[in-house]
């Protein structure tokens, strides 16, 4: 496996020039080295996926405009007809990010059936054999992201929830990722109650150091996801996105989604309990759903 590493972070507070273990995103060819990467819960990136038989290769914008186009989907605040977003995105005129979209609610049944866990790259998945309370999305969990070129990118620093690893495939455009170790967390001020979101501002960029002085001793690394990449992001690692400067598109896609592995399994049940009891509660009192925002 060779190694990708860099220190290129536009905008974001100068972070420690030391180099650790967990502070590398390793580049993979075969689908085996990545799986010795998820077994190791280290960041990982394999290369070249179209060659394999569970790629979703015929995802591209006019795929999406001709099964879920006439969807209206809450994006940024606002109810929009996707059709008339995806117009917007392709003359290059959008600056709104479609994410974490479930693509189990946007696409026929018999079209979410042809997209498939990377079960040879990833290993199984112990979500879909889960508790009953688990949400049935969780168990085949594929979602859409839209990043049109002149977006801000992901609007705040997260980890995702309940310990899941997650998975991202690059089909169109690059995007570029900004990832904080689990032992960064105390850098990052995180908020309660779930403490899955950073109270930094503008997803860790530009950040005012005599507001945050602790941020200073964060140690961010980033990497570009380029058409053709599956990314294996480990539980626990922030993270937030923002368009590729580079890149000659005006968007990118992405297909991702959240999992867990049979060793980290006792865990997130210990996670998702909790996170159960937080949903509830936001549905019995809706003033209190802000929580799981």
């Given at each position: 496996?060779?190694?990708?590493?860099?220190?290129?972070?536009?905008?974001?507070?100068?972070?420690?020039?030391?180099?650790?273990?967990?502070?590398?995103?390793?580049?993979?060819?075969?689908?085996?080295?990545?799986?010795?990467?998820?077994?190791?819960?280290?960041?990982?990136?394999?290369?070249?996926?179209?060659?394999?038989?569970?790629?979703?290769?015929?995802?591209?914008?006019?795929?999406?405009?001709?099964?879920?186009?006439?969807?209206?989907?809450?994006?940024?605040?606002?109810?929009?007809?996707?059709?008339?977003?995806?117009?917007?995105?392709?003359?290059?005129?959008?600056?709104?990010?479609?994410?974490?979209?479930?693509?189990?609610?946007?696409?026929?049944?018999?079209?979410?059936?042809?997209?498939?866990?990377?079960?040879?790259?990833?290993?199984?998945?112990?979500?879909?054999?889960?508790?009953?309370?688990?949400?049935?999305?969780?168990?085949?969990?594929?979602?859409?992201?839209?990043?049109?070129?002149?977006?801000?990118?992901?609007?705040?620093?997260?980890?995702?929830?309940?310990?899941?690893?997650?998975?991202?495939?690059?089909?169109?455009?690059?995007?570029?990722?900004?990832?904080?170790?689990?032992?960064?967390?105390?850098?990052?001020?995180?908020q309660p109650p779930t403490y899955c979101r950073s109270a930094l501002p503008q997803a860790g960029r530009n950040i005012?150091?005599?507001?945050?002085?602790?941020?200073?001793?964060?140690?961010?690394?980033?990497?570009?996801?380029?058409?053709?990449?599956?990314?294996?992001?480990?539980?626990?690692?922030?993270?937030?996105?923002?368009?590729?400067?580079?890149?000659?598109?005006?968007?990118?896609?992405?297909?991702?989604?959240?999992?867990?592995?049979?060793?980290?399994?006792?865990?997130?049940?210990?996670?998702?309990?909790?996170?159960?009891?937080?949903?509830?509660?936001?549905?019995?009192?809706?003033?209190?759903?802000?929580?799981?925002?």
């Open positions: 496996m060779d190694e990708l590493f860099e220190f290129d972070i536009a905008g974001l507070a100068e972070a420690d020039e030391e180099d650790d273990d967990d502070s590398k995103v390793s580049i993979c060819w075969q689908e085996s080295e990545l799986l010795a990467c998820v077994e190791a819960e280290r960041p990982a990136v394999l290369r070249q996926c179209a060659r394999f038989d569970w790629w979703p290769g015929f995802i591209n914008i006019e795929y999406l405009r001709r099964h879920c186009g006439e969807r209206k989907v809450k994006i940024v605040g606002q109810y929009r007809l996707l059709s008339e977003y995806f117009d917007s995105v392709e003359i290059g005129n959008e600056k709104a990010y479609l994410r974490n979209q479930q693509l189990r609610d946007l696409l026929p049944p018999d079209e979410f059936v042809r997209l498939r866990f990377p079960l040879s790259a990833l290993g199984q998945n112990a979500l879909s054999q889960a508790v009953e309370t688990l949400p049935e999305a969780w168990r085949q969990w594929f979602e859409l992201f839209l990043l049109p070129a002149h977006s801000q990118g992901y609007p705040f620093l997260h980890k995702d929830v309940c310990e899941t690893h997650a998975f991202s495939m690059q089909l169109f455009g690059a995007k570029r990722f900004t990832l904080y170790p689990p032992n960064n967390s105390t850098f990052l001020y995180p005012n150091l005599e507001m945050f002085p602790m941020f200073a001793s964060a140690r961010p690394f980033s990497f570009v996801l380029e058409p053709g990449d599956l990314f294996f992001l480990p539980r626990n690692f922030w993270h937030s996105t923002r368009p590729e400067p580079t890149q000659l598109t005006k968007y990118g896609i992405t297909i991702g989604g959240n999992f867990v592995s049979p060793s980290t399994y006792p865990t997130f049940q210990d996670e998702f309990a909790d996170y159960a009891a937080m949903r509830d509660l936001a549905r019995d009192y809706p003033a209190a759903a802000a929580i799981l925002s």
